[in-house]
Antibody, heavy 118, light 107 residues
Framework: QVQLQESGPGLVKPSETLSLTCTVS?????????WGWIRQPPGKGLEWIGS???????YYNPSLKSRVTISVDTSKNQFSLKLSSVTAADTAVYYC???????????WGKGTTVTVSS | EIVMTQSPATLSVSPGERATLSCRAS??????LAWYQQKPGQAPRLLIY???TRATGIPARFSGSGSGTEFTLTISSLQSEDFAVYYC?????????FGQGTKLEIK
């Protein structure tokens, strides 16, 4: 059974960098597929942040592209998100998900809440 | 960027009745459309992909249709556990984009 688990600080100060990691179990990232990050501000809808292929190629949301970096560590079966220069508007639940081509995001982590506040 | 518009924002339906949710794309996404269900405090769950293919373990009362720019999610005979927020998502073009969601509530 494939499972994804987000981890990282729940509180980040304004102007600092948000860093999250998604640990995958039950499936080897290096076997294929895209792996994505999605966020959901309190009371709002879903926003795709970006996705990374197992080989390392990336796609980012243009609205966040200047601040986002997604990377993959196949040796640890993890992929990570860094979002720089955060503001209160980046406060959200952050999800990681498996993103097979042509199939929608079929496995999601439970999500982790990140609050940006001093 | 492709804009996904869902309607209505809120849909009130009685248990046992049929619910029809709509999703429109600002340009063609072919059949590269997914539907998700999200309950409070939970991650989204994939219901439909390829516009009409049910994901693993999804009951047959959920069905999807459409292609191009117009899509529909139908839930026949609503069960209590179906009251939730539903999102459509296109994955035909980068960036992937979600609709704003339809809240399905008990009438």
């Amino acid at each position: 059974q494939v499972q994804l688990q987000e981890s990282g600080p729940g509180l980040v100060k304004p102007s600092e960098t948000l860093s999250l990691t998604c640990t995958v179990s039950g499936y080897s990232i290096s076997s294929g597929y895209y792996w994505g990050w999605i966020r959901q501000p309190p009371g709002k809808g879903l926003e795709w942040i970006g996705s990374i292929y197992h080989s390392g190629s990336t796609y980012y949301n243009p609205s966040l592209k200047s601040r986002v970096t997604i990377s993959v560590d196949t040796s640890k079966n993890q992929f990570s998100l860094k979002l720089s220069s955060v503001t209160a508007a980046d406060t959200a639940v952050y999800y990681c998900a498996r993103d097979p081509p042509g199939s929608g995001m079929d496995v999601w982590g439970k999500g982790t809440t990140v609050t940006v506040s001093s | 960027e492709i804009v996904m518009t869902q309607s209505p924002a809120t849909l009130s339906v009685s248990p046992g009745e049929r619910a029809t949710l709509s999703c429109r794309a600002s340009q063609s996404v072919s059949s590269n459309l997914a539907w998700y269900q999200q309950k409070p405090g939970q991650a989204p769950r994939l219901l439909i992909y390829g516009a009409s293919t049910r994901a693993t373990g999804i009951p047959a009362r959920f069905s999807g249709s459409g292609s191009g720019t117009e899509f529909t999610l139908t839930i026949s005979s609503l069960q209590s556990e179906d009251f939730a927020v539903y999102y459509c998502q296109q994955y035909n073009n980068w960036p992937q984009t979600f609709g704003q969601g339809t809240k399905l509530e008990i009438k």
